[in-house]
């Protein structure tokens, strides 16, 4: 699924691109040290968390777009650092559960 289609499913916003952004599995959680152990490359990152840490454990699992649910702004810092390890970041009003569902065409993501 590349981008477009992800923000499409998801009524979202990209507020960090990655044009050619293609993803072929799912992992939601916000607990950082657990998707740096189950979540696997080329996947969405669907978690609440929007801070600077989240990009680094994206860039060290591989996740290519990050979806941060319930509307949560994404800081200045964040989005910088987003774009300097070319990891997309798409918001939405969606709730983790929602994505999840909108989303459930994507295989579970798996290391």
């Known amino acids: 699924?590349?981008?477009a289609e992800l923000v499409e499913k998801v009524?979202?916003?990209?507020?960090v691109d990655k044009p050619g952004a293609e993803v072929r599995a799912a992992y939601?959680?916000?607990?950082?040290?657990d998707v740096m152990g189950h979540c696997g490359e080329d996947s969405v990152l669907i978690t609440i968390q929007n801070h600077?840490?989240?990009i680094a454990v994206c860039t060290l699992c591989?996740?290519?777009?990050?979806?941060?649910?319930?509307d949560r702004p994404v800081p200045d810092d964040m989005a910088a650092a987003a774009e300097r390890e070319n990891v997309a970041i798409?918001?939405?009003a969606l709730s983790q559960f929602e994505?999840?569902?909108?989303l459930a065409s994507l295989p579970?993501?798996?290391?």
């Open 52 to 54: 600077l840490n989240t």
């Open 1 to 3: 699924m590349n981008i």
């Open 99 to 102: 994505v999840s569902v909108a």
């Open 62 to 70: 591989g996740a290519e777009i990050i979806v941060i649910c319930h």
């Open 11 to 15: 009524n979202g916003k990209t507020v």
């Open 28 to 33: 939601a959680g916000d607990l950082l040290s």
């Open 108 to 111: 579970p993501s798996a290391k």
């Open 90 to 92: 798409v918001t939405t």
